[in-house]
């Protein structure tokens, strides 16, 4: 075992303490053997061998983990500790649990006990524990496993609580509480399953400075303080006051002048259930009409501005419709006002022509035919755009070209 780290070796080696059995002297021939010993104190030790020495709360609950585990096969005690030679067991620890001072145990003595202890051959009880224990077997390793333990005549832990051997002392000493009060902080760190009458008491001593969740982990309730006059007198004024103002009165239990009773019959007004609802509908129903009348807005100035056959004063062509509209649709309505003075200025598009649609032409002339020509070609090809038609037109039609432009003296800048 390593002093600085109390940590155990792989050979399992033990760690021994000494405590004592008190036995009554006053005159008592056959002492009463307890079925209940001392096994593992709880402490601060500074040991020769093992060095510090510190067994708490948590280490006892491991102890009795490892225990039911069964970690270790048969815990027995036997008189005096083994060393090469084996010995033979005086008794076998049966079932272990948790007490104020530290692990206790049930023992079932056999006869070789028995007489050692009626004829008082041992005085103390030593244990052997592995802090850190590696299982010989399956080589895991355990925490705080009891291994066993011995009779001996000679005490290490002198300050620890004795067994005494007497029917007397024996249940004084079982229900003895430890002499030193655990702190606040120590009490909150334990289990419930673990506390001790002793730590209630310091729970229940504290339980103002708790905090709810603790109060809650520990079932520790704490009472609302009791109420003053001073505080009393001013809760029944109050309920008072309310209740006056409930009953259509003053706070002070007057009643209402005609005045404010009038003002405040202006302010108020009472509706049952369907009248809400019916209220809510048709608020429903105006928020839709106002949007429709919105939409029927937008797409009215949206036409006004987009360039067709039959709106001439456009200033949009048609493929820009569906942005400008959703464009309009975002302008508040000073910004509109604004937008349509600016727009107004724009020049329409006269000299737009949608594709498939001819212009009107005297007949026989080039004008016409050219607008024939292109026709033709967009019936048989309804996705050639009409420049490209005329385009075609031209250069099939030697000459074509030519008198289309003497017929459009102006488009060429001739008088």
Known sequence: ???KTFKQSKTNDKFRGVFPFEFDDKGDDSPAIPEKIHLVPIGQWEHDLYGPIIINNADIREFIQNFNAGVRKGVFITAGHEGFEELPAVGWIKEVESRDNGLW???????????????????????????????PESHEYYRNVLTGGALTKSPYFKELQA?????????????KKETMTKTLEEVLALEVDVLTDEDKAVLEENKATLTDEQRTKFGITVEAPAETEKEKTAREVKEKEDANVVAGLNADGSAKSTETQEHSEKKMVTI?????????????????????????????????????????????????????????????????????????????LVAFKEV????????????????AKIAAKITANPKMRYSEALKEVMSENQ?????????????????
């Open 1 to 3: 075992m390593n002093k």
């Open 105 to 135: 145990g049930e023992v079932e003595w056999n006869n070789r006990g028995l007489t050692s202890l009626q004829e008082k051959e041992f005085k103390f009880f030593s244990p052997e524990m592995c802090r850190d224990y590696e299982d």
């Open 163 to 175: 067994i005494v051997f007497s029917d007397k002392n024996i249940k004084s000493n079982l229900n």
């Open 272 to 348: 049952n259930a369907s009248e809400l609802a019916i209220l809510r509908a048709k608020a429903d129903e105006g928020a839709q009409a106002f949007a429709e009348l919105e939409r029927k807005n937008v797409d009215g100035i949206t036409a006004n501005l987009v360039f067709s056959e039959s709106n001439k004063a456009g200033k949009f062509l048609p493929k820009s419709k569906d942005n400008l509209r959703a464009f309009i649709e975002k302008l508040s309505k000073e910004q509109r006002t604004s937008f349509s003075a600016i727009t107004s200025q724009l020049p329409s």
């Open 356 to 371: 498939g649609v001819s212009h009107t032409a005297t007949e026989g002339t080039a004008q016409a035919e050219v607008e």
């Open 399 to 415: 000459g074509l070209e030519q008198r289309y432009d003497e017929e459009l003296p102006t488009v060429k800048g001739k008088n």
